[in-house]
């Protein structure tokens, strides 16, 4: 969970795998096919051009370290899941094998408690109350 108005560059998150090798080194990668996002509603939103929701979050490959990249938005994603990659990258890995490991990163966006209200006709920053007549 964090906070819409989190600033961009702030550690979210950190990832970790260990690698038993003796000189186990491990490179984190978020894999950009396979993230998902939703909206308030709980639909699923698909990238577009006022939210591009593949550059939001980078990861240190050394560290595993998940930075927030891009101002966070709540009128277009509440929740963000994304696969991260873990491959290793040890001297001693055999030439064509790969050993790799995966995982799922879900972070949910709370609304900022400073965001303007919005007041939906008949109603306004100056009348926030509807009076109506019953006959």
Request: glycine share 6%.
């Amino acid at each position: 969970l964090i906070n819409e108005s989190m600033p961009v560059g702030t550690s979210v998150t950190r990832v970790s795998a260990t690698d038993p090798d003796a000189t186990g080194q491990v490179r984190y990668t978020i894999n950009t096919n396979d993230i998902t996002a939703i909206n308030e509603a709980g639909n699923r939103v698909d990238f577009n051009v006022n939210y591009n929701i593949r550059n939001v979050f980078s990861i240190e490959e050394t560290t595993g370290i998940i930075r927030l990249d891009k101002a966070l938005d709540r009128e277009y994603v509440v929740e963000l899941s994304f696969g991260v990659i873990a491959t290793d990258v040890s001297p001693d890995v055999v030439p064509g094998t790969t050993q790799v490991g995966s995982s799922r990163v879900t972070i949910t966006i709370q609304g900022s408690p400073n965001r303007e209200l919005f007041f939906a006709a008949p109603w306004s920053k100056t009348n926030p109350f509807y009076t109506e007549a019953i006959l």
